[in-house]
T-cell receptor
Framework: EADIYQTPRYLVIGTGKKITLECSQT?????MYWYQQDPGMELHLIHY???????EKGDLSSESTVSRIRTEHFPLTLESARPSHTSQYLC??????????????FGQGTRLTVV | KQEVTQIPAALSVPEGENLVLNCSFT??????LQWFRQDPGKGLTSLLL?????REQTSGRLNASLDKSSGRSTLYIAASQPGDSATYLC????????????????FGKGTKLTVNP
């Protein structure tokens, strides 16, 4: 079983609030990812990181930001939440950067509702 | 642009039935294909990883096949149980030209499986 944890699992918050979604993994993986998933839709990559102090934007534009100060921790922050940010956010990690052995492991997700 | 299609979108079967879920992808230049299970409101659980050079992988009652040249993968579930009810997602790992040298996972929308007791 994958050891990747997300908190909180559910969050209901008012418009304009600053929020941070936490993601931690204990597998020592260098590569970590954030995906966004709307109901019934595909997962889309919004951020990824190759390692400490490395962060890149994914292929779905997002107003969120991320940081990678420690290998095991990859938090996502929204400075000012809006109803359009309502979605499920999924964190993932993988041991390798590339190649056929690269397997992604996911956390339980955070379901965010902005009212 | 790589697209991943999963058919059917939803499937309801009686307990004990063997079933097949389908996944097709438009670009055969993939590194691997991963099948996931997602329970309602939860994250993804990795079921099987098939490398591009492999034809199939098995885990318990699950068997996944890959035909890279035709852009198809199937997930076979034997003797289905109510506990198998979930959404099954297929994802291909492919080169990401826009981020030179990197890769990305491209997901399908999933097949929602219901196994009735």
């Amino acid at each position: 079983e994958a050891d990747i944890y997300q908190t909180p699992r559910y969050l209901v918050i008012g418009t304009g609030k600053k929020i941070t979604l936490e993601c931690s993994q204990t597998m020592g993986h260098d590569k970590m990812y954030w995906y966004q998933q709307d109901p019934g839709m595909e997962l889309h990559l919004i951020h990824y990181s190759y390692g400490v102090n490395s962060t890149e934007k994914g292929d779905l534009s997002s107003e969120s930001t991320v940081s990678r100060i420690r290998t095991e921790h990859f938090p996502l922050t929204l400075e000012s939440a809006r109803p359009s940010h309502t979605s499920q956010y999924l964190c993932a990690s993988s041991k390798f950067h590339r190649g056929p052995d690269t397997e992604a492991f996911f956390g339980q997700g955070t379901r965010l509702t902005v009212v | 642009k790589q697209e991943v299609t999963q058919i059917p979108a939803a499937l309801s079967v009686p307990e004990g039935e063997n079933l097949v879920l389908n996944c097709s992808f438009t670009d055969s230049a993939i590194y691997n294909l991963q099948w996931f299970r997602q329970d309602p409101g939860k994250g993804l659980t990795s079921l099987l990883l098939i490398q591009s050079s492999q034809r199939e992988q098995t885990s318990g009652r699950l068997n996944a096949s890959l035909d890279k040249s035709s852009g198809r993968s199937t997930l076979y579930i034997a003797a289905s149980q109510p506990g198998d009810s979930a959404t099954y997602l297929c994802a291909v790992r492919r080169p990401w030209q826009a981020q030179g040298g990197s890769e990305k996972l491209v997901f399908g929308k999933g097949t929602k499986l219901t196994v009735n007791p």
